[in-house]
């Protein structure tokens, strides 16, 4: 059974730094795509970064230069560095998995296009 897991969550000052862990366990292989999404209060859930096996990376354009995406193709974790947050950031983080099947560049940060789901951590902001 698969289970995504993020960790690393919590409250830091405007202009702080975190850095958020995911662990992706039951699945044996490279998982074709590993993404992180944002669901901030009372807004829709939002793709933040995307990282391919083959080194592709895609950043939402309001993260660009602040956060850093990295994975370890042989056991599927990822993890997201934010650095210079902004109380905009605040929301819950997911990590997201796309299995297998390789899609346009541009789909990378859609939501649709995964199919295992962590529960989500939350990252708060303080102005």
């Known amino acids: 059974r698969v289970q995504v897991a993020e960790s690393g969550g919590g409250s830091v000052q405007a202009g702080g730094s975190l850095r958020l862990s995911c662990e992706v366990s039951g699945y044996y292989g490279s998982a074709y795509s590993l993404a992180w999404f944002r669901q901030p209060p009372e807004k829709e859930r939002e793709g933040v970064a995307a990282a391919l096996t083959d080194g592709t990376i895609r950043y939402a354009d309001s993260v660009k230069g602040r956060f850093t995406i990295s994975r370890h193709n042989n056991d599927n974790n990822v993890y997201l560095s934010m650095e210079n947050l902004k109380p905009e950031d605040t929301g819950v983080y997911f990590c997201?998995?796309?299995?297998?099947?390789?899609?346009?560049?541009?789909?990378?940060?859609?939501?649709?296009?995964?199919?295992?789901w962590g529960q989500g951590t939350q990252v708060t902001v303080a102005s």
């Open positions: 997201a998995m796309r299995s297998a099947g390789s899609i346009p560049t541009s789909r990378l940060l859609g939501q649709y296009e995964y199919n295992w």
